[in-house]
């Protein structure tokens, strides 16, 4: 504890020498007129001067070290008005406040002087980091009659998603339990449905969402692979509105307006904001959709959310949040799964009056339990179920001076699981365990002229674990000229939980969720022979990226990316245990007893991107390379994930009288995924009576014979996905959309399972057109 009390005195001491070098600053927050929310990432300038930047998911900017005098503030942003205004800073030292409001540009705007994204991108290192908003998820064909934010993320580089139905997010080599997902700050265990063209997150409400998909900062941790970090917008603030909508899959409402109306846009007040998803595909299909396999389309789901925002007129605030999620699938024959996922908390903006530094931190609880039904009979684990819920608490404080930052802080999580099932040969495998984690970080962005650096460090303490895993990690970005950057980002990570994922499941939705187990192996057997003591029960990775940017015009942007990712100690479910671990067993190999064992792996890869924005025209290509293998100590395996090619194209044009119609479309094409194939069956004799047991006239459960683990490939996948949509203005503030899409537009026949003991074959998602509507309130 004396370490991390150091360690925050060290921050301060920073932040306090920063303030008081700081000749002048002029900060505040931009807001949109029609709604008082924050408007993000806007450009914010001096006029006649180099001083300029973007405001950030809050709306807030921060302009520092200006000479003493008089300036011009310039706000803009595509699609709005130009905002100017005066201000004066008159001493040395003061810190003047002055919030904006920007309106809705009357005129068609086709180009801006500044762009927020190109200044960020010179300024920032921000490795391997997509930032989504709701203007970018709207240009993906709206399956269902509404673009999701899952289909969205498919199409980002380094991504792998497994199918339309149970599939599951892969980021550059890692599992999804190494990808931690926050809302709001809060902590959430599964962030998709069942069927694999929805998330529990409903796109309207979504103010921003970044995906790292590698090289992260220490302010972020826990995991070893990727980071999703998803902040929804506060209700409207000047009047009551709404949306509802409705399609052949599901329907949706959503309902949000002023508690307290403030005074003007920007001076404080309270709003709301409530939103409803359900699914119905499940009984919609059997009329609508019959063709569809045997297993037709067995899915529902009900999302809600809700939010209620306290502003200040300085631009504090505090939000409070709760949802509550859950799902029920049920393949025939195969087996059934249902989950609920709840929570709720609180998350609030400090800014303090005379200081350049931005405080916000966040106080949450959630939990996840799903539990699956296995109707086959050879099945290879049965009875599962698991949960995991707990609280997760943090603080960050930020300082800005002139284009450098500094940042510190410190996050607390306590949390339950308890698992258990049964394997093939009905050994009941089960954990329950609490776990405490505790971590302070602090990081550090310097430009020196072209050179933009930012080193971090992470300090993490696993207290069930009594390990402390200190992560230094770096990130730089160097522009070579004003349209080419090259950029790099590396570190070391950890995390606790494991997944209780079967990597033999003929259906692979059972997410479920360990923290570091007690009963592992004593040594690591390497690939060459040689064995490794293990120090302790961490999971842990090392990254390496490295790529350039490239603004081939002010339409045309490249990125380019290489990888590397090497996991020195994962752990996973044994799927060879055969013995009780007990005393008379002492002389058995730990191999054939113990409930878990610790495996090696790499991934790495390149990803390639090429974007054009013009007017009402979008396009973007990706394509990514990988590779992904484990080590268990006695085979080299491909896990499931381990796709080698994945391409995918999508395109949006907006056409008609003022733009009142979206054409969308998306074609994927990805190399098959690794298979475990069957390659026989026998009688499985349980025997588990006593000795005497008649085992001549017993009766045994047909078990299977297994090939090589990963040794078969399944085949390729593609699909092409297409929507239409037509806007119809109804008033000022009413607006009708209609949408028609279609789903795997030429019917391939992607396979989603076979049945090991039928051998009966199930598709993924056929020819599938949809209609929906929405009405805007």
């Not at 009979?377 to 698991?386: G, L, N, W």
């Not at 009576?689 to 090589?708: F, M």
Request: with cysteine; proline share 3%.
């Amino acid at each position: 504890m004396k370490f991390f009390k150091l360690i925050l005195l060290f921050c301060l001491f920073s932040i306090t020498t920063t303030l008081l070098a700081q000749t002048g600053a002029l900060k505040g927050f931009v807001y949109l007129s029609k709604t008082g929310e924050p408007a993000i990432f806007t450009n914010v300038s001096l006029k006649g001067t180099t001083f300029g930047t973007a405001t950030d998911e809050n709306g807030y900017y921060i302009l520092s070290r200006i000479p003493l005098g008089k300036y011009t503030i310039v706000v803009s942003s595509i699609g709005y008005d130009q905002v100017t205004e005066e201000v004066e800073i008159t001493k040395k030292g003061q810190i003047v406040s002055n919030n904006l409001s920007i309106k809705e540009s009357t005129i068609s705007l086709n180009t801006v002087t500044i762009s927020a994204e190109k200044q960020e991108a010179q300024s920032t290192v921000r490795m391997s980091v997509t930032r989504l908003t709701p203007k970018q998820i709207r240009k993906m064909p709206a399956i269902g009659g509404d673009p999701d934010l899952a289909q969205y993320l498919q199409i980002l580089p380094g991504v792998v998603f497994t199918g339309d139905q149970g599939g599951q997010l892969y980021i550059r080599g890692g599992s999804p339990i190494q990808n931690k997902v926050l809302l709001d700050g809060m902590v959430i265990y599964n962030p998709f449905h069942s069927i694999g063209l929805f998330s529990v997150f409903e796109t309207d409400i979504i103010k921003t969402a970044d995906v790292y998909t590698g090289g992260f900062s220490a302010e972020y941790g826990g995991r070893v692979s990727s980071i999703m970090d998803i902040k929804t917008k506060d209700g409207n603030k000047q009047r009551l509105s709404g949306k509802i909508s409705a399609s052949t899959f599901g329907s949706k409402a959503l309902l949000e307006g002023p508690l307290t109306k403030p005074k003007a846009v920007g001076q404080g007040g309270a709003s709301f904001i409530l939103s409803y998803k359900n699914s119905f595909i499940d009984k919609t299909a059997p009329a609508l959709y019959d063709y569809a396999d045997t297993a037709g389309l067995p899915y529902s789901f009900n999302d809600f959310y809700g939010k209620v925002s306290l502003n200040g007129s300085n631009g504090s605030k505090a939000s409070f949040f709760g949802f509550n999620y859950n799902d029920e699938v049920n393949y025939p024959n195969v087996t059934s799964f249902n989950w609920n996922e709840y929570g709720g908390g609180m998350n609030f903006v400090l800014i303090p009056a005379r200081s350049t530094t931005l405080i916000d931190g966040t106080i949450a609880y959630s939990s996840y339990q799903i539990n699956a039904d296995e109707n086959n009979i050879a099945a290879d684990v049965t009875d599962r179920q698991s949960l995991i819920n707990g609280f997760n608490a943090g603080m960050n404080f930020t300082n800005f001076k002139g284009e450098n930052q500094s940042k510190f802080g410190f996050e607390m999580l306590g949390f339950k699981t308890d698992f258990s099932f049964k394997n093939s040969v009905k050994q009941l495998v089960s954990q329950e365990q609490n776990t405490t984690e505790i971590a302070t970080y602090v990081q550090y962005r310097y430009n020196f002229g072209n050179l933009v650096f930012e080193p971090s460090l992470r300090l993490h303490y696993y207290a069930s674990l009594n390990t402390l895993s200190p992560e230094p990690r770096v990130g730089f970005k160097y522009n070579i000229t004003d349209n080419i950057r090259l950029k790099g980002a590396g570190g070391l990570y950890s995390q606790n939980l494991l997944s209780a994922t079967s990597d033999r499941d003929v259906v692979n939705l059972f997410y479920g969720f360990l923290s570091g187990p007690d009963n592992l192996q004593d040594d690591i057997t390497n690939e060459d022979g040689s064995t490794t003591k293990v120090k302790d029960q961490l999971q842990k990775g090392q990254h390496a990226i490295f790529g350039v940017e490239f603004d081939l015009t002010k339409n045309i942007n490249i990125n380019l990316e290489g990888y590397h990712k090497w996991f020195s100690q994962l752990t996973n479910l044994n799927r060879n245990k055969l013995y009780e671990d007990k005393t008379e067993n002492d002389a058995i190999p730990d191999a054939l007893k113990k409930d878990f064992i610790i495996e090696t792996g790499k991934a790495y890869g390149a990803d390639i991107s090429i974007k054009y924005e013009k007017k009402q025209t979008s396009i973007w290509a990706v394509y990514s390379w990988s590779y992904v293998d484990r080590w268990d100590g006695i085979q080299n395996y491909n896990p499931i994930w381990d796709r080698r090619h994945n391409i995918n194209l999508v395109g949006s044009y907006g056409f008609g009288k003022d733009l009142v119609w979206t054409f969308d479309a998306r074609w994927n094409i990805g190399s098959g995924f690794p298979l475990t194939q069957t390659t026989g069956f026998y009688e499985n004799l349980t025997l588990q009576g006593d000795i005497g047991q008649d085992y001549q006239n017993t009766n045994g459960e047909l078990g299977i014979l297994y090939g090589g683990l990963g040794k078969g490939r399944l085949p390729w996948y593609h699909r092409f996905d297409i929507s239409l949509k037509r806007r119809i203005v109804l008033t000022e503030n009413s607006i009708l959309e209609v949408t028609g899409s279609i789903t795997n537009v030429y019917d391939r026949r992607n396979i989603f399972y076979v049945n090991r003991v039928t051998n009966e074959r199930v598709n993924q998602l056929p020819f599938l057109p949809s209609i929906g509507a929405s009405l805007t309130f």
